[in-house]
């Protein structure tokens, strides 16, 4: 499986971005995907995570109500719409695909997860 994502980019803060997330390769409905960031000097956190068909789905605080997540099966992508977008939101996203039995659960150890090469947010104040 292979994980991309794009739409990254420079916004002023209270400004809105769309992350996207294209899987190729080996893909099934069983899959979850994750969006995960990385501030510098920071630990990696989970952002959001949705199971292909939408029934399973969670976000992190800092994400709620102000990130949502959809799925365009069709074209095999994930997207990732955030608003509001504050500071602390800038860092590395990642795209992640796993077959876990809830999405929370992508990047555990003890299952196979695929990673995207990341894109950058920058969010000014």
């Known amino acids: 499986v292979q994980v991309e994502e794009s739409g990254g980019g420079l916004v002023q803060a209270g400004g809105s971005l769309r992350l996207s997330c294209t899987a190729s390769?080996?893909?099934?409905?069983?899959?979850?995907w994750g969006w995960f960031r990385q501030a510098p000097g920071k630990a990696r956190e989970g952002v959001s995570c949705i199971s292909w068909s939408g029934d399973d789905a969670y976000y992190a605080n800092s994400a709620k109500g102000r990130f949502t997540m959809s799925i365009d099966n069709a074209k095999n992508t994930m997207y990732l719409q955030m608003n509001s977008l504050e500071a602390d939101d800038t860092a590395t996203y990642y795209c992640?695909?796993?077959?876990?039995?809830?999405?929370?659960?992508?990047?555990?150890?003890?299952?196979?997860?695929?990673w995207g090469q990341g894109t950058q947010v920058t969010v000014s104040s």
């Open positions: 992640a695909a796993a077959r876990v039995p809830v999405c929370r659960l992508i990047g555990n150890n003890g299952y196979t997860t695929y």
């Open positions: 390769g080996t893909t099934s409905d069983d899959y979850h």
